[in-house]
């Protein structure tokens, strides 16, 4: 691709990303739909388990917060299937593609969107937890990296939505599998409990999954504590997710649309 | 006279189901070319494969002399699409809605706001310019979608199916915004169910029929094949069917058709004048109606009298 044709696709990639934020600022609800789960999982876990699972709801909300960001982010990450999903079936994609643009442009313009959707869900989700009693234990600087991180891991994870909303054939659908994928990573880590009490399969699954190796990154980053390790398998993990989803998600795309 | 649309021998296929099986079309530049057919016919999947949305399984097509599988992009630089369901985001205001558009096609941000504001001029939508699509009415939406498939100043417009769902009312104002781009010298592909449509609209109309092309000409020529209008007239009582079955045939000059079960005969007429006929011969057998119409054509009858067979819909 020449630059001149590159630089056309980014151009309407931006125009097709300001049509997704103009989106959200119509429809904030659809976004609280992806934040109100985590959030009621935050509330819930932290005042009916926490004290039992950490001696107290303080320790254990500083402990949960970091593994929220994750599935927030995941949950976040969900939209971008279907909302691409719901482009196709409602013919909005039939135009752009009966115009002369690049074909990418619709799939940039979506995952620009994306950052946008996700820093308001962090953002959110902060504030809550901020009212709750969670505190940041290290500076400013760790918190904004751990954001920074945080998008990236959506980004990372939002090909396999993206994947999953052109096979599937309608949003609902998009939005149910999307559900099941994520409950049990969410589940199967060490977001909410330690992996140590977990069966042996489960615990050696939990303590390399990229939700558990996110949150440990994030807590290190947030809470103190070791970070390097953590770190360097979520990196692993979203290269990974990239390298596998990203071919999966382009070629699905360039099949349906 | 130059050609805007050319297609040769289109095949699609959707597993058993043959979409296009092997379609010829023609539509010369500036001219109205209506497809006429019930659904599941094939119209619109000649309508995606010539506005590049879909590859062809054998046969080719250009659009203003472009392949549309070769060369796409040319293509879509020349045409505007207006799906059968209007294909515009429903979230958005009409004025952002045309200005996305606009930006798509390198406008600047100046530009593509002008451009907006002068479509929802021309289409009467200014009041609601700033509403969400959602909140409009069928026809407005119609129009909507019809300004967005025009923000580029295309020479081919394919419209699909553009009045299915609305009301007469808003049905005349599409077409008159059609008759307005046709006066610009717009080449214009529409499809439809209704051979009213076609009539008001088309210089000539393809009639399709399970992905084939079954018959082809100016309205009037279609019309005459199917025979102008139909006198249907169903007695009061049942026992008067004989009867009244003889005076209509007397009258027109041939077999009514007779459906036992409703009453209802049913007779081609070319000459209205027979209707005040028919009612004074009623009269003076002492015979009472309680229907007695004149009809024009239905798409069922064009399909009966040009393929031989009884559209899908009304077999149900």
């Given at each position: 691709m020449s630059t001149i044709a590159l630089d056309k696709g980014m151009r309407h990639g931006f125009s097709l990303a300001w049509r997704g934020i103009l989106k959200i600022r119509k429809n904030p609800e659809q976004l609280m739909d992806v934040t109100i789960a985590p959030i009621v999982f935050l509330a819930m876990f932290?005042?009916?388990f926490g004290g039992a699972l950490a001696g107290n709801t303080d320790a254990y909300l500083q402990m949960l917060v970091p593994g929220i960001m994750v599935m927030n982010i995941l949950q976040a990450s969900m939209t971008a299937g279907v909302q691409l999903n719901t482009d196709v079936s409602k013919g909005v994609f039939d135009r752009f593609r009966s115009m002369p643009i690049a074909r990418s442009a619709p799939l940039i313009g979506a995952v620009l969107a994306d950052i946008v959707r996700y820093v308001v869900c962090i953002m959110v989700l902060l504030v809550v937890a901020t009212v709750m009693g969670f505190r940041v234990q290290t500076g400013p600087v760790e918190l904004l990296v751990a954001v920074g991180l945080t998008i990236v891991f959506g980004l990372a994870f939002?090909?396999?939505?993206?994947?999953?909303?052109m096979l599937l054939k309608t949003p609902?659908?998009?939005?149910?599998?999307?559900?099941?994928?994520?409950?049990?990573?969410?589940?199967?880590?060490?977001?909410?409990?330690?992996t140590s009490t977990m069966p042996g399969w489960l615990k050696a699954w939990a303590d390399?999954?990229?939700?558990?190796?996110?949150?440990?990154?994030?807590?290190?980053?947030?809470?103190?504590?070791?970070i390097a390790a953590p770190l360097t398998g979520s990196l692993i993990w979203m290269v990974a997710a990239v390298a596998v989803f990203f071919p999966l998600a382009t070629w699905a795309y360039r099949k349906r649309v | 006279m130059s050609l805007a649309i050319r297609a040769e021998g289109l095949v699609k296929h959707y597993g058993e189901t043959k979409a296009l099986d092997g379609v010829d079309l023609e539509v010369p530049e500036g001219k109205v070319v209506g497809v006429l057919g019930p659904n599941g016919a094939g119209k619109t999947t000649a309508v995606r494969v010539l506005a590049t949305l879909l590859r062809p399984d054998a046969g080719h097509a250009t659009v203003g002399g472009h392949d549309v599988v070769k060369n796409p992009r040319a293509v879509r630089s020349l045409i505007g699409l207006t799906g059968q369901y209007?294909?515009?985001d429903e979230d958005l205001s009409g004025t952002e809605n045309l200005v996305l558009l606009a930006r798509l096609l390198d406008h600047s941000r100046a530009g593509a706001r002008a451009r907006a504001a002068e479509l929802l001029e021309q289409f009467e939508l200014t009041d609601a310019a700033g509403r969400a699509a959602k909140t409009y009415s069928g026809g407005m939406r119609r129009r909507l979608d019809l300004a967005a498939s025009l923000v580029g100043n295309p020479s081919v417009l394919y419209l699909d199916e553009p009045t299915t769902?609305?009301?007469?009312?808003?049905?005349?104002?599409?077409?008159?915004?059609?008759r307005k781009l046709v006066a610009n010298g717009v080449t214009v592909l529409l499809t439809t169910q209704y051979l009213e449509e076609a009539d008001q609209l088309a210089d000539t109309i393809t009639v399709f029929d399970h992905g084939r092309v079954v018959a082809e000409g100016r309205p009037d020529e279609l019309k005459r094949r199917v025979g102008g209008q139909t006198l249907q007239v169903r007695p009061?009582?049942?026992?008067d069917l004989d009867v009244v079955q003889r005076i209509l045939g007397d009258l027109t000059g041939?077999?009514?058709t007779r459906d036992d079960d409703t009453g209802l005969l049913t007779a081609p007429v070319n000459d209205p004048v027979l209707l005040s006929t028919l009612v004074r011969k009623l009269d003076d057998a002492g015979i009472t109606a309680d229907e007695l119409a004149l009809r024009l054509p239905s798409l069922d009858e064009v399909f009966l009298a040009l393929t031989g067979k009884q559209t899908e819909g009304s077999l149900a």
């Open positions: 932290t005042y009916l939002c090909w396999a939505s993206v994947f999953v909303g609902q659908a998009v939005q149910g599998m999307m559900f099941v994928l994520i409950m049990p990573l969410t589940f199967g880590s060490n977001v909410f409990v330690g390399i999954s990229p939700v558990s190796l996110m949150a440990d990154a994030l807590r290190g980053l947030l809470n103190g504590g070791a | 209007a294909s515009v769902g609305l009301d007469p009312h808003a049905r005349n104002e599409v077409w008159a915004v059609v009061t009582s049942l026992r041939v077999r009514p």
